[in-house]
C-alpha cells in the first residue's frame, strides 16, 4: 500500500530564504505527483503537477522536482515571503482507477 | 479555469440530523471524491465516483452514503449525523486518468 510522508510536520524561515519542502513515498510505480498549497480553513490549490515520466516542474518561484527511484520529490521555493505561509501537502497518483494518496504536510511559516 | 464549488462554506447541524454536502465541477471531470480533514489526521476518502451513478468507498465510508445523478454534481449524504462527524468536508474532481486533481472550498460542519 502506498505511503506518503511529509518532513517536517512544521518550519519557520525568515522572508527571503530558499528553502526546501520533502516528499517520500514508499511505492516507486506511480503515474503522477502533484503538489498543493492550503491556507488555513480553505481548501487545496494546486501548485505543481508532475508526471512519472517527467524529473520536474517549474511555476514562478516553485520547482518541484520528481525522483522515483529514491521515492522522493522535492518542492523549492525561492526567496520566500510572509504570502508564502500555508500548508504544503503532496500527493501520489498511482496507475490504474485508484484515487490520490496523500501526505499530510508541512505547514510553513515565513517570517517577516 | 476549473471550478469546483460547494453548496456552504460553514454548516452547523443538529446530532441524528440527515444532511446533505452538495458539489458541482464544471469542468466536465469524470471522477468525483469526498474527503474529510482533521487536525492531525490528514485528508481521509470517504467516497469517490469515476462516472454517473458509480461510487466506490474509500478509507472511511462508514456513517456516509453518495449520490451521483449527473456528471456534474456529487452528493455526500450524512444519513444521521453525530459528533464524531464535525470535521472539514473537501469536495475535488479530476479527469478519467486522475490527471491533475482540482478541490472545491470545503465545508466546515458542525455537528452538536
Known amino acids: 500500500k502506498q505511503e506518503v510522508t511529509q518532513i517536517p510536520a512544521a518550519l519557520s524561515v525568515p522572508e527571503g530564504e530558499n528553502l526546501v519542502l520533502n516528499c517520500s513515498f514508499t511505492d516507486s510505480a506511480i503515474y503522477n505527483l502533484q503538489w498543493f498549497r492550503q491556507d488555513p480553513g480553505k481548501g487545496l490549490t494546486s501548485l505543481l503537477l508532475i508526471q512519472s515520466s517527467q524529473r520536474e516542474q517549474t511555476s514562478g518561484r516553485l520547482n518541484a522536482s520528481l525522483d522515483k527511484s529514491s521515492g522522493r520529490s522535492t518542492l523549492y521555493i525561492a526567496a520566500s515571503q510572509p504570502g508564502d505561509s500555508a500548508t504544503y501537502l503532496c500527493a501520489v497518483g498511482t496507475s490504474g482507477n485508484t484515487p490520490l494518496v496523500f501526505g499530510k504536510g508541512t505547514r510553513l511559516s515565513v517570517i517577516a | 479555469d476549473v471550478k469546483v464549488t460547494q453548496s456552504s462554506r460553514y454548516l452547523v447541524k443538529r446530532t441524528g440530523e440527515k444532511v446533505f454536502l452538495e458539489c458541482v465541477q464544471d469542468m466536465d471531470h469524470e471522477n468525483m471524491f469526498w474527503y474529510r480533514q482533521d487536525p492531525g489526521l490528514g485528508l481521509r476518502l470517504i467516497y469517490f465516483?469515476?462516472?454517473?451513478?458509480?461510487?466506490e468507498k474509500g478509507d472511511i465510508p462508514e456513517g456516509y452514503s453518495v449520490s451521483r445523478e449527473k456528471k456534474e454534481r456529487f452528493s455526500l449524504i450524512l444519513e444521521s449525523a453525530s459528533t464524531n462527524q464535525t470535521s472539514m468536508y473537501l469536495c475535488?474532481?479530476?479527469?478519467?486518468?486522475?490527471?491533475?486533481?482540482?478541490f472545491g472550498p470545503g465545508t466546515r460542519l458542525t455537528v452538536t
Open positions: 465516483s469515476y462516472d454517473v451513478k458509480m461510487k
Open positions: 475535488a474532481s479530476s479527469t478519467l486518468t486522475f490527471y491533475e486533481q482540482y
